[in-house]
Protein backbone atom coordinates (compact mmCIF):
# COMPACT_ATOMS: atom_id res chain seq x y z
CA UNK A 1 0.00 0.00 0.00
CA UNK A 2 1.04 3.82 0.22
CA UNK A 3 1.96 5.35 3.07
CA UNK A 4 4.54 8.22 4.76
CA UNK A 5 6.46 8.05 7.74
CA UNK A 6 7.56 11.13 8.77
CA UNK A 7 9.95 12.45 11.62
CA UNK A 8 8.90 12.75 15.01
CA UNK A 9 8.53 15.77 16.55
CA UNK A 10 8.28 18.21 17.83
CA UNK A 11 11.81 20.12 16.89
CA UNK A 12 12.96 23.02 18.85
CA UNK A 13 15.67 25.18 17.07
CA UNK A 14 17.80 28.19 17.30
CA UNK A 15 17.75 30.77 14.68
CA UNK A 16 19.79 30.32 11.47
CA UNK A 17 20.44 26.68 12.88
CA UNK A 18 20.64 24.05 10.05
CA UNK A 19 16.79 22.04 9.73
CA UNK A 20 16.31 18.33 8.70
CA UNK A 21 12.91 16.52 8.59
CA UNK A 22 13.14 13.11 8.03
CA UNK A 23 10.71 11.67 5.40
CA UNK A 24 10.44 7.97 4.26
CA UNK A 25 7.79 6.18 1.72
CA UNK A 26 6.07 3.31 0.25
CA UNK A 27 4.10 3.09 -2.81
CA UNK A 28 2.74 1.21 -5.07
CA UNK A 29 2.83 3.09 -8.00
CA UNK A 30 5.35 5.94 -9.16
CA UNK A 31 4.76 8.78 -6.74
CA UNK A 32 4.77 12.59 -6.83
CA UNK A 33 5.82 13.60 -3.44
CA UNK A 34 5.28 16.92 -1.91
CA UNK A 35 6.10 19.00 1.85
CA UNK A 36 2.98 21.28 3.08
CA UNK A 37 2.98 23.61 5.85
CA UNK A 38 0.59 24.81 8.37
CA UNK A 39 0.93 28.35 9.74
CA UNK A 40 -0.88 28.37 13.46
CA UNK A 41 -4.46 28.96 12.69
CA UNK A 42 -4.37 28.48 8.73
CA UNK A 43 -4.68 25.36 6.14
CA UNK A 44 -2.05 23.44 4.93
CA UNK A 45 0.02 25.33 2.18
CA UNK A 46 2.27 23.38 -0.44
CA UNK A 47 5.65 24.29 0.43
CA UNK A 48 7.21 22.70 -2.45
CA UNK A 49 7.01 19.24 -4.99
CA UNK A 50 8.91 16.64 -6.49
CA UNK A 51 7.08 14.39 -9.66
CA UNK A 52 10.00 12.26 -10.15
CA UNK A 53 13.17 10.59 -8.91
CA UNK A 54 16.16 12.90 -8.74
CA UNK A 55 13.83 16.18 -8.75
CA UNK A 56 15.07 18.69 -6.03
CA UNK A 57 12.09 20.79 -5.15
CA UNK A 58 12.45 23.84 -4.05
CA UNK A 59 11.20 26.99 -2.26
CA UNK A 60 11.76 29.89 0.10
CA UNK A 61 15.24 28.46 1.22
CA UNK A 62 13.73 24.84 1.48
CA UNK A 63 14.82 21.77 -0.39
CA UNK A 64 13.80 18.13 -0.79
CA UNK A 65 15.22 15.71 -3.34
CA UNK A 66 13.13 12.77 -4.34
CA UNK A 67 15.23 10.15 -3.57
CA UNK A 68 14.03 6.39 -4.96
CA UNK A 69 16.60 3.92 -4.09
CA UNK A 70 16.09 5.25 -0.34
CA UNK A 71 12.62 5.99 -0.81
CA UNK A 72 12.96 9.62 0.64
CA UNK A 73 12.12 13.29 0.67
CA UNK A 74 14.35 14.64 3.90
CA UNK A 75 13.43 18.57 4.01
CA UNK A 76 16.37 20.78 4.79
CA UNK A 77 17.11 23.99 5.09
CA UNK A 78 20.10 26.18 6.03
CA UNK A 79 19.56 28.49 8.31
CA UNK A 80 15.89 28.41 9.88
CA UNK A 81 13.73 31.81 11.20
CA UNK A 82 11.73 32.56 13.71
CA UNK A 83 8.86 32.54 10.80
CA UNK A 84 9.73 29.28 9.70
CA UNK A 85 8.02 28.01 12.88
CA UNK A 86 4.91 25.90 12.25
CA UNK A 87 4.32 22.49 11.21
CA UNK A 88 5.41 20.41 8.54
CA UNK A 89 3.60 17.39 6.23
CA UNK A 90 5.16 14.97 3.87
CA UNK A 91 2.36 13.90 1.47
CA UNK A 92 2.49 11.55 -1.54
CA UNK A 93 0.02 11.47 -4.50
CA UNK A 94 -0.15 8.59 -6.59
CA UNK A 95 -2.71 8.63 -10.51
CA UNK A 96 -5.95 8.60 -9.12
CA UNK A 97 -5.53 7.96 -5.49
CA UNK A 98 -6.36 9.76 -2.35
CA UNK A 99 -3.00 11.66 -0.99
CA UNK A 100 -1.42 10.22 1.86
CA UNK A 101 0.08 12.13 4.91
CA UNK A 102 2.33 11.91 7.64
CA UNK A 103 1.49 12.82 10.80
CA UNK A 104 3.10 16.02 10.65
CA UNK A 105 6.44 17.51 12.50
CA UNK A 106 5.98 20.84 14.44
CA UNK A 107 9.15 22.68 14.45
CA UNK A 108 9.39 26.01 16.59
CA UNK A 109 12.30 28.30 15.96
CA UNK A 110 13.62 30.83 19.15
CA UNK A 111 15.06 33.43 18.27
CA UNK B 1 -7.58 32.83 -8.63
CA UNK B 2 -9.50 32.41 -5.96
CA UNK B 3 -8.49 29.91 -4.19
CA UNK B 4 -10.56 27.00 -1.79
CA UNK B 5 -13.26 28.87 -0.14
CA UNK B 6 -15.18 27.36 3.09
CA UNK B 7 -17.48 27.77 4.99
CA UNK B 8 -18.56 28.15 8.33
CA UNK B 9 -15.47 29.33 9.35
CA UNK B 10 -16.25 28.65 12.80
CA UNK B 11 -19.31 26.72 14.26
CA UNK B 12 -20.60 25.38 17.79
CA UNK B 13 -23.32 22.97 17.72
CA UNK B 14 -24.30 20.23 20.68
CA UNK B 15 -24.21 16.63 20.97
CA UNK B 16 -26.72 14.09 18.95
CA UNK B 17 -27.19 17.54 16.28
CA UNK B 18 -26.02 17.37 12.95
CA UNK B 19 -23.62 19.93 10.79
CA UNK B 20 -23.13 20.63 6.76
CA UNK B 21 -20.22 22.03 5.57
CA UNK B 22 -19.30 23.52 2.72
CA UNK B 23 -16.36 23.57 -0.22
CA UNK B 24 -16.15 25.66 -2.94
CA UNK B 25 -13.10 24.58 -4.73
CA UNK B 26 -10.28 26.74 -7.12
CA UNK B 27 -12.06 27.08 -10.44
CA UNK B 28 -11.63 24.28 -12.82
CA UNK B 29 -10.68 21.99 -10.19
CA UNK B 30 -12.52 18.56 -10.40
CA UNK B 31 -11.53 16.99 -7.42
CA UNK B 32 -12.55 17.75 -3.50
CA UNK B 33 -11.02 16.09 -0.67
CA UNK B 34 -11.90 16.68 2.80
CA UNK B 35 -9.80 16.13 6.05
CA UNK B 36 -10.07 16.31 9.84
CA UNK B 37 -7.19 17.35 11.83
CA UNK B 38 -7.43 16.76 15.54
CA UNK B 39 -4.30 17.39 17.69
CA UNK B 40 -4.46 13.44 18.91
CA UNK B 41 -4.61 11.95 15.33
CA UNK B 42 -3.21 14.30 13.24
CA UNK B 43 -4.48 14.85 9.78
CA UNK B 44 -6.94 11.75 8.51
CA UNK B 45 -8.78 11.43 5.18
CA UNK B 46 -12.24 11.74 4.67
CA UNK B 47 -13.25 10.99 1.17
CA UNK B 48 -12.43 12.36 -2.14
CA UNK B 49 -14.82 13.46 -4.59
CA UNK B 50 -14.53 13.93 -8.47
CA UNK B 51 -17.27 14.38 -10.88
CA UNK B 52 -19.78 14.30 -8.44
CA UNK B 53 -18.58 10.36 -7.80
CA UNK B 54 -16.88 9.48 -4.54
CA UNK B 55 -13.43 8.20 -5.74
CA UNK B 56 -11.76 7.45 -2.59
CA UNK B 57 -12.94 6.88 0.82
CA UNK B 58 -11.13 7.09 3.94
CA UNK B 59 -12.16 4.45 7.73
CA UNK B 60 -14.44 6.86 8.76
CA UNK B 61 -17.96 5.92 10.01
CA UNK B 62 -21.35 6.06 8.02
CA UNK B 63 -22.12 9.54 9.92
CA UNK B 64 -19.54 11.34 8.13
CA UNK B 65 -21.21 11.73 4.41
CA UNK B 66 -20.57 14.03 1.21
CA UNK B 67 -21.40 14.96 -1.66
CA UNK B 68 -20.36 17.17 -4.66
CA UNK B 69 -22.33 19.07 -7.06
CA UNK B 70 -22.26 19.55 -10.71
CA UNK B 71 -20.28 23.26 -10.21
CA UNK B 72 -17.25 20.74 -8.32
CA UNK B 73 -18.75 22.58 -5.01
CA UNK B 74 -18.51 20.00 -2.14
CA UNK B 75 -20.37 19.67 1.04
CA UNK B 76 -20.05 17.22 4.05
CA UNK B 77 -22.23 16.36 6.83
CA UNK B 78 -21.71 14.88 10.25
CA UNK B 79 -25.05 13.46 11.68
CA UNK B 80 -25.56 12.57 15.32
CA UNK B 81 -22.64 15.12 16.53
CA UNK B 82 -20.55 13.43 19.13
CA UNK B 83 -17.85 14.84 21.43
CA UNK B 84 -15.41 13.53 19.24
CA UNK B 85 -15.96 15.45 16.41
CA UNK B 86 -14.69 18.54 17.38
CA UNK B 87 -11.99 18.77 14.96
CA UNK B 88 -10.53 21.24 12.27
CA UNK B 89 -12.36 20.39 8.64
CA UNK B 90 -9.85 21.21 5.77
CA UNK B 91 -11.09 20.83 2.13
CA UNK B 92 -8.72 20.29 -0.45
CA UNK B 93 -9.00 20.84 -4.34
CA UNK B 94 -6.65 18.64 -7.25
CA UNK B 95 -5.57 19.90 -10.04
CA UNK B 96 -3.45 17.96 -12.34
CA UNK B 97 0.13 18.46 -12.79
CA UNK B 98 1.62 17.11 -16.16
CA UNK B 99 1.36 13.43 -16.46
CA UNK B 100 -2.19 13.51 -15.28
CA UNK B 101 -0.99 13.45 -10.98
CA UNK B 102 -2.29 15.69 -8.19
CA UNK B 103 -1.20 19.09 -6.69
CA UNK B 104 -3.75 19.88 -3.54
CA UNK B 105 -4.68 22.88 -2.74
CA UNK B 106 -6.24 23.50 0.81
CA UNK B 107 -8.68 26.13 2.41
CA UNK B 108 -8.71 27.50 5.53
CA UNK B 109 -10.77 24.89 7.51
CA UNK B 110 -13.74 24.79 9.63
CA UNK B 111 -13.58 24.98 13.49
CA UNK B 112 -15.74 22.56 14.14
CA UNK B 113 -16.68 22.15 18.15
CA UNK B 114 -19.07 20.07 19.56
CA UNK B 115 -20.63 20.40 23.03
Known amino acids: GNSVTQMEGPVTLSEEAFLTINCTYT??????LFWYVQYPGEGLQLLLKATKADDKGSNKGFEATYRKETTSFHLEKGSVQVSDSAVYFC??????????FGTGTSLTVIP | KAGVTQTPRYLIKTRGQQVTLSCSPI?????VSWYQQTPGQGLQFLFEYFSETQRNKGNFPGRFSGRQFSNSRSEMNVSTLELGDSALYLC??????????????FGPGTRLTVL
Open chain 1, 27 to 32: ATGYPS
Open chain 2, 92 to 105: ASSGKLAGGLNEQF
Open chain 2, 27 to 31: SGHRS
Open chain 1, 91 to 100: ALSVVDDQFY
